[in-house]
């Protein structure tokens, strides 16, 4: 069945070769032809041809002398306009990624004019959209400084959007109030949603590495507000990207990029606590390769990159590793173990292949396939021992099928079949028990496995048409169908964890953990999605666009799912007596304080959502009536999902069963006493067979949870000035529905301190939890942008994004999955400083042509920082409060200005010799944070915590880490 579905996603595109405009991956000319009067010329012929590929477009101009040439991709085109009788001229333009240009032409009898279009070198660039849209150019790819070859790194460029800089972090972006897994990427309009875990796109969960090949990637553009109804699953930004293709002449490119452990400082706050720097290699290195294989008809494209890091994660004893309370045959023991620096080797290798081929004038084949396979070792350091590593691995592969045509004189369509397969898995090397001795070491085996996957075959239908009616109108139709199977598998303390500490001289733990059963959640879902978009062009100087859409998922919440029958017995049964009342009552049994109808199925309550009914609004008017002063703005509803994850609970702790064992009078209420036996999974798994071991914990997943929704608007200007574009917009969202666990088990007036110990508790189980979508976030920001071109003539360009905004969450966090158990209930939610509230941010980046075929590049990056939460325990531990957002890193100075957390300048030189045959080559050198600054981040408990009258914290405000030291890098670069 499954290599049917295959089978059928991929050629059934080749096989209808239904003639299209792809929201993501194209963009369009349109404009009038007139003549000297002023007067349409019907029956014009524009053509456009691809100057790489030679792959021709063409238009014929309606009686109002207006054309569309849409389905161009990106890039250079010869446009010729000619018309019986008058002299046929022609005009090198270029046009970006997902814009729609306007070139207005006026014949005369000997020559061509081209008016009414703004124009930067041979760009032609597109200021009267309603979205507020960043497009990344090629060069910006090739020039600007760049640590490790992640494209997503320059999403940056986008106000409004973060890309965490911490080379250890997950390498995904966010924008707003809200976190990754709102966000989506899509490339060759193809989308790579992660829906199972944190990310939003191409698993990059806990990843430091590139999720695509930037040597394939022609360019991309960031939307980061007010996008269309042809982007689905999203209540955030988008970036949409598109690839290289080959042309009429072979060309490529080889690059090797070097680092290594003198080239990188060591960061202020490892020097403070001794360390010294741990030995460091990476190169990067990889190569492209296009050309024809037919002139004008086939052309081919391969790119390959590899990332090859030799890093050394430090391990070394704990504080407490002198104390005369250490027994001498543990110390012995744990001896044995290897500290200093332990090698943590990573490497990375994408592939990307593509086909194109065009069968006839407007029709267009692209056949493609991308592979990704990330693996390192990784999980230990500080005082965790090599034997606890684990093996992480990444890998993704996309086969990609598109067809596109002209149908008729003024429509085109473009259908598309994918299979795609993203998966993240990281394993154990071995099955020894973990031993946490606190202070000392940890040792042992890594005490987890998982494995996620994703598979997706996918249809989409995409139909646009240009036609007349009071006004001119892009209208857009569009049908997509995914075909989900998702697999989760997580094996869980299966050979155990002990934890021994100081207090009991780490003689025998104070708890230990087991996880036993079947750890796979597998199953599928569909997904369906359909839109309807009219970019309905009123009059010369106002634009209206117009958009709706529904998208549908069959089992977004494992539908199927059946609460235990033994579980739905002990629920009913659980009454406590307290000995104080308690709301007004002594006696509460569950079933008074749970809704058993919305919080338990049989198979058959839990119904898909019908509700994701989007519709979206966006306008322009050119208030000048030249295109040099635009006022745009917008509204819109977006839904995303629900990520597999942040559910996957529900089902996984009745099917592998995780127990906590405590051993301590004080840790617990009622400890079991400690006997050596109970040191191996076997011992503890008597404790659980003779009935000892509390029950495993218990989630609930509201029948009736709605997926995340965005409302979002926008109003803003675009000026014009000589060569710059300056912009200044407004952007709104209020963003609803987000999840969060939180106590099932409370009655109301529990207090705050009594809520670890305040439960009705259920026979046989332990905690219940139960989802609560109460949380909701808002953001309002200020984006002032400031954009100049690279030109040939004026030989530099620059950009500037500076966001002001304001980011509040309604409860707890914005990032992981989230447990509200700093609350007692959601009515006692409330509003504060969201994890992501940075007041200030400005990007800047520059590139300037030097003589002899020099060119210096520069990025600068300043933060005033995220908030951290505030543990206050001044007014005494009973009347203990959590802050959220209250805390605020030291601010630091840049030019004079004292507002910030982080700050980055970022310079690369490159030198590129003259063509020799065809053959450049080019030497950079990179520096990254330049002037050193130290970065503080890394929130912990430490950071924010408040002690009590008489104590203190000497690190209260002070971050766990630093990161994005100085560090330099080397580079050569051959192209022909």
Not at 914 to 935: D, I, K, L, W
Request: glycine share 10%.
């Amino acid at each position: 069945m499954k290599r049917a579905t295959l089978a059928l996603t991929l050629v059934l595109p080749l096989v209808l070769a239904g003639p299209a405009l792809a929201q993501v991956t194209t963009a369009s000319l349109a404009g009038k032809v007139s003549d000297e009067q002023g007067l349409p010329l019907p029956g014009a012929t524009v053509e456009a041809k691809n100057l790489a590929s030679g792959f021709t477009f063409r238009a014929v101009t309606k009686e109002n002398g207006t054309f569309l040439l849409a389905n161009l991709p990106p890039g250079k085109y010869e446009v010729t306009v000619s018309l019986s009788g008058m002299k046929p001229e022609s005009q090198t333009l270029e046009v970006l990624l997902g814009q729609t240009a306007t070139a207005n032409f006026r014949l005369t009898v000997d020559q061509l004019f081209v008016e009414e279009v703004t124009v930067v070198g041979s760009k032609i660039i597109d200021i009267k959209s309603p979205e507020i849209a960043t497009n990344i150019s090629p060069d910006q790819l090739v020039y600007l400084p760049q640590r490790e070859r992640n494209f997503i790194n320059f999403a940056a460029l986008a106000p409004g959007v973060y890309v965490d800089p911490r080379e250890d972090s997950s390498r995904y972006f966010r924008a707003g109030a809200s976190s990754a897994k709102q966000v989506n990427a899509f490339i060759d309009g193809v989308s790579y949603k992660n829906d199972m875990m944190e990310g939003g796109a191409f698993m990059q969960d806990a990843s430091k590495g590139n999720p695509f090949p930037q040597n394939a990637v022609q360019e991309f553009q960031v939307l980061t507000q007010n996008y269309k109804a042809e982007y689905e699953k999203s209540a955030s930004a988008v970036i949409t990207a598109i690839t290289k293709s080959g042309g009429n002449t072979f060309s490529g490119d080889a690059f090797f990029y070097y680092q290594d452990k003198d080239m990188v400082t060591l960061d202020k706050l490892s020097k403070e606590r001794g360390l010294s720097k741990p030995d460091y290699k990476r190169q990067l290195g990889g190569l492209s390769l296009g050309g024809p294989i037919t002139k004008d008809k086939l052309h081919f494209f391969f790119a390959y990159e590899r990332n090859d890091q030799d890093r050394f994660n430090q391990v070394f004893h704990g504080p407490l590793w002198d104390s005369p309370n250490v027994p001498p045959e543990l110390k012995n023991r744990l001896s044995q173990y290897a500290t200093g620096n332990v090698k943590a080797p990573y490497e990375s290798n994408l592939y990307f292949g593509k086909l194109s081929w065009q069968p006839n004038l407007g029709s267009t084949v692209d056949v493609s396939y991308y592979s990704r396979d990330e693996d390192e070792r990784r999980g230990f350091g500080g005082q965790r021992v090599e034997e606890g590593a684990e093996r992480f691995r990444i890998t993704s592969d996309s086969l990609v099928t598109k067809w596109s045509a002209v149908v008729g004189s003024q429509s085109f369509n473009e259908l598309t079949g994918t299979w795609q397969e993203l998966r993240w898995f990281p394993s154990a090397f071995g099955s020894t028990p973990r031993q946490n001795y606190i202070g000392l070491l940890d040792v042992g085996s890594k005490d987890a496995s998982q494995d996620f996957k994703q598979t997706r075959y996918t249809l989409r239908e995409d139909f646009t048409t240009y036609f007349s009616y009071r006004g001119e109108h892009t209208a857009k139709a569009g049908v997509s169908a995914n075909f989900m199977d998702y697999t989760i598998i997580k094996t869980l303390f299966p050979n155990g964890y002990y934890e021994y500490r100081e207090a009991e001289h780490w003689q025998y733990p104070v708890l230990a953990r087991l996880g036993f059963g079947d750890p796979k959640l597998a199953f599928s879902n569909n997904q369906y999605g359909v839109y309807l978009q009219d970019d309905w062009r009123m009059s010369p100087t106002f634009t209206l666009s117009l958009g709706l859409r529904w998208d549908y998922e069959t089992n977004m919440l494992n539908n199927k799912w059946k609460t235990p029958s033994g579980l739905l017995s002990a629920m009913q049964n659980a009454c406590r007596t307290y000995s104080q009342p308690v709301g007004g009552k002594t006696t509460w049994c569950l079933n008074e304080i749970l809704d058993f109808n919305r919080f338990t199925t049989d198979g058959t309550k839990r119904d898909s959502y019908k509700g994701m009914i989007q519709p979206r609004l966006g306008f322009s008017w050119d208030a000048s009536g030249h295109g040099t002063t635009v006022v745009f703005g917008g509204w819109g509803k977006y839904y995303d999902r629900v990520a597999l994850n942040d559910i996957f609970d529900e089902k996984y702790r009745h099917s592998y069963k995780i127990y906590t064992f405590c051993f301590v009078e004080g840790a617990c209420s009622n400890p079991i006493p400690w006997r050596p036996e109970y040191a191996t999974p076997e011992g503890l798994a008597g404790i659980i067979s003779s009935g000892q071991a509390p029950g495993p914990e218990v989630f609930l997943v509201a029948n009736d949870m709605k997926p995340p929704r965005s409302d979002q608007w926008t109003l803003g200007l675009r000026q014009q000035l000589g060569s710059w574009l300056v912009g200044a917009s407004y952007a709104g969202i209020r963003t609803y529905n987000l999840m969060a666990w939180i106590f099932a088990d409370l009655p109301p007036g529990t207090t705050f301190n009594d809520r670890w110990s305040g439960q009705i508790p259920i026979p046989g189980y332990a905690r219940a939890f139960k989802t609560t979508t109460a949380r909701k976030s808002k953001y309002d920001a200020l984006y002032l942008t400031l954009d100049k071109p690279y030109t040939a003539d004026s030989r530099w360009g620059a950009n500037v994004a500076y966001t002001y905004g304001k980011a509040k969450a309604f409860g707890p966090g914005t990032d992981g999955v989230i447990f509200a158990l700093d609350y007692v209930a959601p009515q006692d939610f409330d509003w504060h400083p969201a994890d992501f509230d940075e007041r200030h941010r400005l990007v800047a980046s520059g590139t300037v042509g030097l003589p002899w075929g020099f060119r210096l590049s520069s990025i600068l990056t300043l933060g005033s920082g995220t908030p951290f939460t505030i543990y206050d325990a001044s007014a005494g531990w009973n009347n203990f409060k959590v802050r959220f957002g209250d805390g605020r890193f030291e601010k630091r100075s840049f030019l004079g200005i004292k507002e910030w957390v982080y700050r980055s300048l970022d310079l690369r030189l490159d030198w590129e010799s003259p063509s020799v045959g065809g053959v450049r080559f080019g030497v950079s050198g990179e520096a990254f944070n330049v002037f050193n600054y130290v970065n503080e981040g890394c929130p912990g408990w430490g950071t924010g915590f408040i002690p009590p009258a008489g104590e203190s914290n000497p690190s209260f405000g002070k971050g766990e880490c630093q990161f994005n030291p100085r560090r330099y890098q080397v580079g050569v670069r051959v192209s022909f």
